[in-house]
């Protein structure tokens, strides 16, 4: 028996012994937690200690093409109760589910890209020519930065330095967020290239030097996912979620993560405190690929 199935194992007699759950119950249990196993096991997890909570998320998002709703939702509450057991247990130290609050929306989340695809796909655009090298600054600067497609959109030339962009966020609400150097390289090759007229304050335009819309980057990047045969739906919100998958897999605070994306109104909001921006960029520097 595998340390999966020992912890599995264990749990199932807890609950039907100390908590005297029908044998109906307890099979219910059992089936929900084999499915988890078996994801476990596709990505070579052997320790449920080695779980992290973006396994736990990607398994949850990984459902939404065979699931309800409501079955997700269960599905999510059998695991809740089983990573109490394991943490009561001292199987793990840390309670990978235990500020997550039971999905209204997983069906919903978007496709998350590898490193390797997001490789992929900045690779794609022809940087000869303005088309090009703006789309390739844009995509850099939406994996670089988790922004939203609309606040790419609105992005002044003014906002960006070296080191930071301001966004102007949800609400009218502004915040500073890290930027790398790939993407830096990139904003400054489009600019020194094919940005000469110094009149037009918006960073990324059109051929007719208008504002770019949203539409437009979607299509874009659609495009670029064409070219580089990636099968996913991929999106500028893609970008955006693999951001924060990406910096969670190498470890990042979800703290962190989530002042950089500008989420307010989420189940761990109180909890979180104010992040200095020397704080954010050394967690960028750390734990982004692409610094």
């Not at 759950?21 to 994801?39: G, H, P, Q």
């Not at 596709?42 to 939404?64: A, M, P, T």
């Not at 999106?235 to 951001?243: G, I, Q, V």
Request: hydrophobic share 40%; with cysteine; net charge positive.
């Amino acid at each position: 028996m595998d340390d999966l199935d020992l912890h599995i194992r264990g749990f199932l007699a807890y609950i039907e012994t100390e908590k005297g759950l029908s044998a109906n119950t307890v099979e219910a249990y059992f089936r929900d937690i084999r499915f988890f196993k078996d994801f476990l096991m596709k990505k070579s997890i052997n320790r449920f200690k080695d779980v992290k909570q973006v396994d736990f998320i990607e398994y949850l998002s990984s459902l939404k093409t065979n699931y309800s709703s409501s079955s997700i939702a269960r599905l999510f509450i059998t695991l809740k109760v089983f990573f109490r057991f394991l943490k009561k247990e001292d199987v793990i130290k840390t309670d990978v589910t235990r500020y997550l609050e039971i999905p209204k929306t997983w069906q919903f989340l978007p496709s998350v890209m590898t490193f390797a695809e997001v490789e992929s796909l900045l690779k794609q655009p022809d940087v000869n020519g303005f088309i090009g090298a703006r789309d390739k600054a844009i995509i850099e600067t939406l994996y670089a930065t988790g922004i939203r497609v609309t606040e790419a959109c609105n992005i002044k030339i003014i906002d960006v330095n070296d080191n930071f962009i301001k966004v102007n966020g949800k609400g009218k609400k502004q915040r500073i967020v890290p930027i790398g150097k790939k993407a830096i390289e990139a904003i400054d090759y489009y600019l020194l290239n094919f940005r000469k007229d110094a009149n037009i304050k918006f960073l990324f335009i059109t051929k007719n030097k208008k504002q770019i819309d949203r539409i437009t980057i979607y299509n874009r990047i659609k495009f670029y996912a064409n070219k580089a045969n990636i099968k996913k739906n991929i999106s500028p919100h893609t970008l955006r979620h693999s951001f924060a998958t990406h910096l969670l897999e190498n470890g990042a605070d979800l703290r962190l993560i989530q002042d950089m994306l500008g989420h307010e109104d989420i189940s761990t909001t109180d909890k979180y405190t104010h992040i200095s921006k020397a704080h954010l960029k050394r967690a960028f520097e750390n734990f982004h690929p692409r610094p």
